[in-house]
C-alpha cells in the first residue's frame, strides 16, 4: 500500500506579501550600501590617486631641492678643496725651500769651523785670540741658529702639512660621499612608475637609527669647510713667518760673513804691515851686522898692527938697559920709550875692551837676526793662513734667500 505523502504546509496571502516586501526591501538595502560603497570607491579612489601623486610630486620636488641643497655643498667643498690644496702645494714649496736653506748653511759652516782649525797653526805670538777668530766663533754660532730654527721652522711647516693634509682628506671624503649621494637621489629623481627595475622592499621604509639629521648634516660640511678654511689661514700665516724666517736668517748669515771678511782683510793687512815692518827691520840689522863685523876685523887688525910698534919700543929700552955705567941715564929718549909702551898697552887694551863690547854687539844682532827671521817665518805663515787658506775659501760661500 502506498504511503501517503503529507503535502508542505501553506502560507496565508498576508504571510507571501510581507516575505516579498522583506525580501524587496533586504535587496534594496544590500543595493543601496553597494552603491554608496561604489560611490565612496570612486571618491576614495579618486582621492589616493590625487594624494598619492601629490605626494609624489611633492616629493619630487623634495629630491629635486635636495639635489640643489646637494650641488651648492659639493661646490662649497670643491672650492675650499681647490684652495687647500693649492695652499698645500705653496707649504711644501716652502718646506722645501727650508730644506735648501738648511743644506745651503752646511758649507759655510764647515768653511767657519775649517779657517778656525786651519788659524790654530798659526805659531808664536801669531796665535792670538783676536778679532778675526771672536768673529768666525760668532759666525758659527750664527750658522748654527740659524740651522736650530730652520729645523723648528721645518717642524711647524711639517706639522702644518699633515694638518692641511687631514682637512683636504675629510674634504675629498666629503665630497666623493656627496657625488654618491647627488647620483644616488639623481637616479631617483629620474624614476617614473614605468620606470623598469621597480621593486617592492617594505624595509626600507624604517628610517635608520643612525642616519644624521639635516642640521648634522649641513654642520658636518660646515665643520669640514670651516676647519679647511682655518688650517689655509694657518698656513698662508705660516708661510709668511716662514718667508721672514729666510729673510732674517739669510741676512743674519750675510752680516756676519761680512763681519769675518772684514775683520780677515783688516788682520792680514796688520800681519803684512808687521811682516814688512819685521823685515824693514831685519834688513837694518843685516847691514848692522855688516859693519859691526867690519869694526870687529878693523878692531882686530889695529890690535895686531900695535904689536910691532909695542916690540920695538920695548927691544929699544932693552937695548939701553945695556949702557954702561953714567951713561944708563934717565934721559928724555929713555922717558919716551916708557911712556910709548904706556901709551901703546893702553891703546891695546881700550882696543880690546872695544872689540869685546863690539863683539857682543854683533852676538846680540845675531840673536835679534834670528829673532826677526823667526818671527817673518811666523808672520808669513799666519798670512799664508788667513790669506792664502781662510780668505780663499771663504770665497765660494754664497748666502741667499732661497
Known amino acids: 500500500m502506498a504511503k501517503l505523502i503529507q503535502p508542505a504546509p501553506k502560507y496565508v496571502p498576508p504571510e507571501w506579501n510581507i516575505s516579498c516586501q522583506m525580501k524587496y526591501a533586504n535587496a534594496e538595502g544590500e543595493r543601496a550600501a553597494a552603491e554608496r560603497l561604489v560611490a565612496e570607491s570612486k571618491r576614495l579612489a579618486d582621492e589616493t590617486d590625487k594624494t598619492t601623486d601629490k605626494r609624489q610630486q611633492d616629493n619630487n620636488k623634495k629630491l629635486d631641492q635636495r639635489l640643489k641643497e646637494i650641488e651648492f655643498w659639493r661646490n662649497e667643498v670643491d672650492d675650499k678643496l681647490d684652495a687647500i690644496k693649492v695652499e698645500t702645494e705653496n707649504l711644501a714649496a716652502f718646506h722645501t725651500r727650508i730644506e735648501k736653506a738648511m743644506d745651503a748653511c752646511k758649507e759655510p759652516l764647515h768653511i767657519a769651523q775649517e779657517c778656525l782649525a786651519n788659524r790654530q797653526r798659526r805659531q808664536g805670538i801669531d796665535l792670538v785670540h783676536d778679532d778675526p777668530e771672536k768673529e768666525l766663533l760668532k759666525e758659527v754660532?750664527?750658522?748654527?741658529?740659524?740651522?736650530?730654527?730652520?729645523?723648528?721652522?721645518?717642524?711647524?711647516?711639517?706639522?702644518?702639512?699633515?694638518?692641511?693634509?687631514?682637512?683636504?682628506?675629510?674634504?675629498?671624503?666629503?665630497?666623493?660621499?656627496?657625488?654618491?649621494?647627488?647620483?644616488?637621489?639623481?637616479?631617483?629623481?629620474?624614476?617614473?612608475?614605468?620606470?623598469?627595475?621597480?621593486?617592492?622592499?617594505?624595509?626600507?621604509?624604517?628610517?635608520?637609527?643612525?642616519?644624521?639629521t639635516p642640521d648634522q648634516w649641513e654642520d658636518f660640511s660646515n665643520d669640514n669647510i670651516l676647519n679647511a678654511e682655518k688650517q689655509r689661514q694657518n698656513s698662508e700665516g705660516l708661510r709668511s713667518l716662514l718667508d721672514g724666517v729666510l729673510q732674517t736668517t739669510a741676512n743674519d748669515m750675510l752680516k756676519q760673513k761680512e763681519c769675518v771678511d772684514i775683520?780677515?782683510?783688516?788682520?792680514?793687512?796688520?800681519?803684512?804691515?808687521?811682516?814688512?815692518?819685521?823685515?824693514?827691520?831685519?834688513?837694518?840689522?843685516?847691514?848692522?851686522?855688516?859693519?859691526?863685523?867690519?869694526?870687529?876685523?878693523?878692531?882686530?887688525?889695529?890690535?895686531?898692527?900695535?904689536?910691532?910698534?909695542?916690540?920695538?919700543?920695548?927691544?929699544?929700552?932693552?937695548?939701553?938697559?945695556?949702557?954702561?955705567?953714567?951713561?944708563?941715564?934717565?934721559?928724555?929718549?929713555?922717558?919716551?920709550?916708557?911712556?910709548?909702551?904706556?901709551?901703546?898697552?893702553?891703546?891695546?887694551?881700550?882696543?880690546?875692551?872695544?872689540?869685546?863690547?863690539?863683539?857682543?854687539?854683533?852676538?846680540?844682532?845675531?840673536?835679534?837676526?834670528?829673532?826677526?827671521?823667526?818671527?817673518?817665518?811666523?808672520?808669513?805663515?799666519?798670512?799664508?793662513?788667513?790669506?792664502?787658506?781662510?780668505?780663499?775659501?771663504?770665497?765660494?760661500?754664497?748666502?741667499?734667500?732661497?
Open 141 to 212: 754660532e750664527v750658522i748654527q741658529g740659524v740651522l736650530a730654527l730652520l729645523h723648528r721652522t721645518k717642524e711647524q711647516a711639517n706639522e702644518q702639512i699633515r694638518l692641511n693634509k687631514k682637512a683636504k682628506y675629510n674634504l675629498e671624503k666629503d665630497l666623493r660621499d656627496k657625488g654618491a649621494a647627488f647620483a644616488i637621489d639623481k637616479h631617483n629623481a629620474e624614476l617614473r612608475n614605468n620606470s623598469a627595475g621597480l621593486r617592492m622592499n617594505p624595509a626600507t621604509v624604517k628610517i635608520s637609527a643612525n642616519s644624521s
Open 263 to 402: 775683520s780677515l782683510d783688516r788682520r792680514i793687512e796688520e800681519t803684512r804691515q808687521a811682516k814688512l815692518k819685521l823685515e824693514g827691520h831685519l834688513a837694518k840689522v843685516m847691514q848692522q851686522i855688516t859693519e859691526v863685523e867690519d869694526n870687529v876685523s878693523m878692531l882686530k887688525e889695529k890690535v895686531g898692527t900695535k904689536e910691532a910698534p909695542m916690540a920695538l919700543a920695548q927691544t929699544r929700552l932693552e937695548n939701553r938697559t945695556y949702557r954702561p955705567s953714567v951713561e944708563l941715564c934717565r934721559d928724555t929718549a929713555q922717558y919716551g920709550l916708557v911712556e910709548e909702551v904706556a901709551e901703546i898697552s893702553d891703546n891695546v887694551m881700550r882696543l880690546r875692551e872695544r872689540l869685546a863690547q863690539s863683539e857682543e854687539s854683533l852676538k846680540g844682532l845675531i840673536r835679534r837676526q834670528l829673532d826677526l827671521e823667526d818671527d817673518i817665518a811666523v808672520k808669513a805663515n799666519t798670512l799664508m793662513i788667513d790669506e792664502a787658506q781662510c780668505k780663499r775659501m771663504r770665497q765660494s760661500i754664497n748666502i741667499q734667500v732661497y
